[in-house]
């Protein structure tokens, strides 16, 4: 949709997307530094333990509720593609643990100083795009006045107890493969410093409002182990949590990565987030050694990015399959192994 006021959003915000998050290495000192002990309930089977997408709450009838939060400042320019990919992404929680959505409820900060009621109703109406999309209803939520603009959702959504994937329960020997392609914080960078180029404006927004619908057929799978959204840690980080979760460690092929066409073009710019020195900052240490180009591949910022799937050997022709039919990347990136104390978490390689 076309936003008739040309306002351009990323103006009015210091970071963009999943960017905005903050660093894996600080947001562990923040919980750490909590004093206050969670209510413990046996039907939570999954909390913040392992990082997982979503909570889930078992209702005691053979299925479970997942529930999850997701909202950020613009991180791109149109309002409607903005509110779309934010909706998009908050939704994506839903998927990575193998459920469907149910239903949603925004959560929106507004300038109300500085942008128009106008534009605010594209937002929104982006967000409504994206949950039409998803076969559920945006049922309310939350507005408040504030400096930058902010948008997202909370969304519940239900799996059956035997179909949940988690992201903590890879196992030795199996193959990864991730959905959609790398580099849409360095392409959105590169727009936010004014060197996109017009022929590829619309590579990464089209990618972040691809909904991940393939994780709820994925999760009928037993042989589909672990599964978790790739957003703004990057791809190094969401698969350290789950070697970390699963006491794994993973081998990346680096030639089967998946990448956003002229990414090398924006990397030859320096048109790098700092998102993606904050990731690398926080779990470098626990990745091989690697050039400063693989580096921000691996450690970039995604918003609303693919799922990072993990599925034995005997059943990666059928996910393949499934993932081609799905139109998402279906290329294997690499596999899991046992930990060693002589080797990384990740190991990159270019064979």
């Not at 006045?145 to 329960?169: C, H, M, S, W, Y």
């Not at 320096?270 to 400063?292: K, L, V």
């Amino acid at each position: 949709m076309n936003n008739p006021s040309k306002v351009l959003l990323t103006q009015y915000s210091h970071g963009a997307g999943c960017g905005c998050k903050i660093s894996p290495a600080l947001l562990d000192e923040i919980l750490h530094q909590s004093k206050i002990t969670a209510i413990q309930n046996p039907k939570l089977i999954v909390g913040n333990e392992t990082r997982d997408d979503a909570a889930v709450f078992d209702l005691g009838d053979g299925t479970a509720i997942i529930s999850t939060t997701d909202f950020f400042m613009p991180i791109v320019d149109d309002p409607f593609t903005f509110g779309r990919i934010a909706a998009t992404n908050a939704i994506s929680d839903i998927y990575a643990m193998g459920g469907d959505p149910l239903l949603a409820i925004a959560i929106f900060a507004w300038p109300i100083d500085k942008l128009t009621a106008r534009v605010a109703s594209e937002v929104i109406d982006g967000g409504k795009q994206a949950c039409l999309e998803a076969g559920i209803p945006l049922a309310g939520g939350h507005s408040i006045d504030a400096p930058e603009p902010i948008f997202g959702l909370a969304v519940t959504g239900r799996v059956q107890l035997t179909a949940l994937k988690r992201n903590d329960t890879a196992q030795v020997g199996d193959i990864l493969f991730l959905t959609k392609p790398l580099g849409v914080g360095i392409l959105t960078t590169a727009q936010k410093s004014g060197v996109l180029r017009a022929e590829d404006a619309q590579k990464a927004p089209d990618i972040m409002c691809k909904l991940n619908k393939i994780g709820s057929k994925l999760s009928q799978l037993a042989h589909v182990t672990a599964m978790t959204d790739v957003t703004g840690f990057g791809l190094a980080g969401h698969l350290l949590e789950m070697c970390r979760g699963s006491q794994t460690r993973a081998e990346i092929n680096l030639k089967n990565l998946p990448l956003i066409d002229s990414v090398e073009f924006y990397l030859a710019q320096n048109q790098i987030p700092g998102g993606t020195y904050r990731n690398f900052a926080s779990y470098g240490t626990d990745i091989s050694a690697m050039s400063e180009s693989t580096k921000a591949i691996i450690c970039d910022p995604q918003t609303s990015g693919g799922l990072l799937i993990a599925v034995r050997p005997e059943a990666a022709a059928q996910v393949q399959q499934m993932l081609k039919e799905a139109k998402c990347y279906d290329q294997p990136i690499g596999h899991m192994q046992a930990q060693s104390q002589n080797q990384p978490l990740i190991n990159i390689s270019s064979q």
